[in-house]
């Protein structure tokens, strides 16, 4: 076992909230995605980025520039489409599955989603 699992498995054994009732667990997902809403950018406008930086061959940096503009959109994207779900499963708008669990997990016990990090911007 590496210290990276042995870590998570220390953090799944500490119980989240004191009260250990479900209701202050969903107000805290609830406070944590609508910091985290609050907090993302928007989507960054690809158009006015390439005709900023158009393409060319004189300057590759603006085809690295336009990559990086899609990878962070993406991201951006997953992200608050995650949360979004997370939301609408704490009012009961869609059922929780393995994912969202996962997910609130990760969110109650400080860690960044492995889905976000599956789709990281490197």
């Known amino acids: 076992m590496n210290t990276k699992q042995f ?4 953090l799944q054994t500490i119980p989240r909230s004191q009260s250990g009732s479900n ?3 969903d107000l805290e997902i ?3 995605t609508n ?3 609050g907090d993302l950018p928007e989507l960054y406008d690809l158009e006015e980025v390439m005709s900023l930086k158009p393409i060319s061959r004189e300057n590759s940096l603006n085809t690295v520039l336009i990559q990086d503009t899609l990878r962070y959109n993406r991201l951006i994207s997953i992200i608050k489409k995650t949360l979004t779900k997370i939301r609408n499963v704490v009012h009961g708008y869609e059922i929780m599955d393995n994912e969202v669990e996962q997910l609130i997990n990760e969110l109650l016990n400080n860690q960044v989603p492995r889905i976000w990090l599956s789709n990281n911007v490197s």
Do not use: A, H, K, Q
């Open 7 to 10: 870590l998570e498995s220390v």
């Open 23 to 25: 209701e202050s667990e």
């Open 30 to 32: 609830e406070r944590i």
């Open 35 to 37: 910091t985290l809403i």
